[in-house]
């Protein structure tokens, strides 16, 4: 495990680089609307300057300058990430566990060893996007199964 010491400045100025935890998934930007309300609420409450900033689908690239006196960048990081996380919560995951089922039948059904391999599926978008690796789901000998009706 790392240890980072992290050079802390009241009122100062400081770059960040911050990603899912699910660096293949592309929440950020589908659900920009959440991002933003989420960094607006944590401003409300504990102002911060945004100097500049990009959203990627799977990390975020940011300068912000404290307030003076104030070096608390990571317990605004928290914060935004807790909002923006509960946010999603409910049908994010139960979206994403819908999507999974039905790019993954095909080889549950015995019709392709690998998921890739069905051409009449949504999940070669997918792929295209960003939202699944080309090799999801492994092969029918070494797959991690689970979803929906058995």
Known sequence: MSSYKRYRVPGGCYFFTVNLAERRRSLLVRHIGLLRNAVRLVRRRHPFS????????????????????????????????????????????????????????????????RVKDWPYSSFHRFVTGGCYPEDWAGTAEGSFGGFGER
Do not use: E, Q
């Open 50 to 113: 945004i100097d500049a900033m990009v959203v990627l689908p799977d990390h975020v690239h940011a300068l912000w300058t404290l307030p003076p006196g104030d070096d608390d960048f990571a317990g605004r990081w928290r914060l935004i990430k807790a909002a923006f996380s509960r946010s999603l919560t409910p049908d994010a995951c139960d979206f994403r566990r819908h999507v999974d089922y039905i790019h993954y039948n095909p080889m549950k059904h015995g019709l392709v060893s």
